[in-house]
């Protein structure tokens, strides 16, 4: 049973709004992830840390912040809220070994609506 | 680049059926590929992992495949039930190094009828 969290579940906000998204593990894993997921489409990887002060921006370009201080938590940040960032935020981490357990687990995810 | 297709998009089937869904990448120098399963509004639950050395793995009713030379696997779920509706994502991890984040299908919606 994977032991990531995510909130909140929903978040209905206005234009402008400063919302941070939390994520926490408590399986001690070195990588995470944040992917975004519009409906029908598939996850875009917008950021990911290997661990401890490590963050790197991923393939989708975000107008988010994330930061690593603590290895089981791994939170994203807007600054300014707009419409354009409506979609599902999905937070995954997953073991740092080579062959054994790369499975990626996933969070049950931020619905996040920018009226 | 490597690009993730899964076919079909949707997928209705009466329960007890037998059926086989379909995950082509165009890169075939991949570390692993896992099958996922997502219900509505939720995050994702890994089901089956195949490292690229692996030709398949079972897991209960479900049977993965993987070809990694033609660039496909596949996802057998053998006697289908309504409980196995939902949204299943193939999804590959591109390069040998541990921890490389992976690329997704867009899945392919699965609705088992009783």
């Known amino acids: 049973e994977a032991d990531i969290y995510q909130t909140p579940r929903y978040l209905v906000i206005g234009t402008g709004k400063k919302i941070t998204l939390e994520c926490s593990q408590t399986m001690g894993h070195d990588k995470m992830y944040w992917y975004q997921q519009d409906p029908g489409m598939e996850l875009h990887l917008i950021h990911y840390?290997?661990?401890?002060?490590?963050?790197e921006k991923g393939d989708l370009s975000s107008e988010s912040t994330v930061s690593r201080i603590r290895t089981e938590h791994f939170p994203l940040t807007l600054e300014s809220a707009r419409p354009s960032h409506t979609s599902q935020y999905l937070c995954?981490?997953?073991?740092?070994?080579?062959?054994?357990?790369?499975?990626?687990?996933f969070g049950s995810g931020t619905q996040l609506s920018v009226l | 680049k490597q690009e993730v297709t899964q076919i079909p998009a949707a997928l209705s089937v009466p329960e007890g059926e037998n059926l086989v869904l379909n995950c082509s990448f165009t890169?075939?120098?991949?570390?692993?590929l896992q099958w996922f399963r997502q219900d509505p509004g939720k995050g994702l639950t890994s089901l089956l992992l195949?490292?690229?050395?692996?030709r398949e793995q079972t897991s209960g009713r479900l049977n993965a495949s993987l070809d990694k030379s033609s660039g496909r696997s596949t996802l057998y779920i053998a006697a289908s039930q309504p409980g196995d509706s939902a949204t299943y994502l193939c999804?590959?991890?591109?390069?040998?190094?541990?921890?490389?984040?992976?690329?997704f299908g867009k899945g392919t919606t699965l609705s088992v009828s009783s």
């Open positions: 995954a981490s997953r073991d740092s070994g080579f062959a054994t357990n790369e499975k990626l687990f």
């Open positions: 890169d075939s120098a991949i570390y692993n």
């Open positions: 195949i490292q690229s050395s692996q």
């Open positions: 840390s290997y661990g401890v002060n490590s963050t």
């Open positions: 999804a590959v991890s591109p390069r040998p190094q541990a921890g490389t984040a992976l690329i």
